[in-house]
Nanobody, 125 residues
Framework: QVQLVESGGGLVQSGDSLTLSCAASGRTFSSYTMGWFRQAPGKEREFVAGISRGGSNTNYVDSVKGRFTISRDNAKNTVYLQMNSLKIEDTAVYYC??????????????????WGQGTQVTVSS
């Protein structure tokens, strides 16, 4: 059991950077693969990035590879998503999630057990 709370969303311009944070409750944070998903209005919630329990391995959807970086600090029970060179297409509600599966398997919504409430990221032209 874990509760997740995202923060750091906001309104930015194309080309700008933004860093999202996800704070987790509980004492078993390091036992979970962590991921970021996003959902635009009328669209499916899609996988953005994942990170292994120890933080040594990461996985990204092709559309953000090279621009976004996922990281975690297990001592602080926090996972981050650094977003650079933001595009209008990145506009969405971003969700933090935790999975009991290993990072290679945790690339779809069905493999995640716990979810945050989401934080809005809006990129303007």
């Amino acid at each position: 059991q874990v509760q997740l709370v995202e923060s750091g969303g906001g309104l930015v311009q194309s080309g700008d950077s933004l860093t999202l944070s996800c704070a987790a409750s509980g004492r078993t944070f390091s036992s979970y693969t962590m991921g970021w998903f996003r959902q635009a209005p009328g669209k499916e919630r899609e996988f953005v990035a994942g990170i292994s329990r120890g933080g040594s391995n990461t996985n990204y959807v092709d559309s953000v590879k090279g621009r976004f970086t996922i990281s975690r600090d297990n001592a602080k029970n926090t996972v981050y998503l650094q977003m650079n060179s933001l595009k209008i297409e990145d506009t969405a509600v971003y969700y933090c999630a935790a999975s009991h599966w290993g990072y290679t398997s945790a690339t779809d919504r069905g493999r995640y057990d716990y979810w945050g409430q989401g934080t809005q990221v809006t990129v303007s032209s």
